[in-house]
């Protein structure tokens, strides 16, 4: 069982930043590939980013450039690094660990089988 806790969400003006955290329990985070995904009002869960056990990352082109996911196995911890945040970026955002090894695309929801409880990011414009 894996537990995932986000935090670093809140209020933030459009052009600044936030950095989110991620904590996981167990013992074999440095095995997991990890995501970021991100819910706004009204619609559906979409792809943010991942990192898998080999450092390499995949972002969504709408944070390219501007967000950045890192990892601090010794920690377990994962990162997101957000930068000239928009007001489109405000969401609920989860982080979510494959534990499985899963062949499937980075950016598809099904390939995490653990999830976090959300951190909310909001922008004003």
């Known amino acids: 069982q894996v537990q995932l806790v986000e935090s670093g969400g809140g209020l933030v003006q459009a052009g600044g930043s936030l950095r989110l955290s991620c904590a996981a329990s167990?013992?074999?985070?440095?095995?997991?590939?990890m995501g970021w995904f991100r819910q706004a009002p009204g619609k559906e869960r979409e792809f943010v980013s991942a990192?898998?056990?080999?450092?390499?990352?995949y972002y969504a082109d709408a944070v390219k450039g501007r967000f950045t996911s890192s990892r601090d196995n010794a920690k377990n911890v994962l990162y997101l690094q957000m930068n000239i945040l928009k007001p489109e970026d405000t969401a609920v955002y989860y982080c979510?660990?494959?534990?499985?090894?899963?062949?499937?695309?980075?950016?598809?929801?099904?390939?995490?089988?653990?999830w976090g409880q959300g951190t909310q990011v909001t922008v004003s414009s």
């Open positions: 979510a660990a494959d534990s499985r090894s899963q062949s499937s695309d980075y950016t598809e929801p099904t390939r995490y089988n653990y």
């Open positions: 167990g013992r074999t985070f440095s095995r997991y590939a």
């Open positions: 990192i898998n056990w080999a450092y390499t990352t």
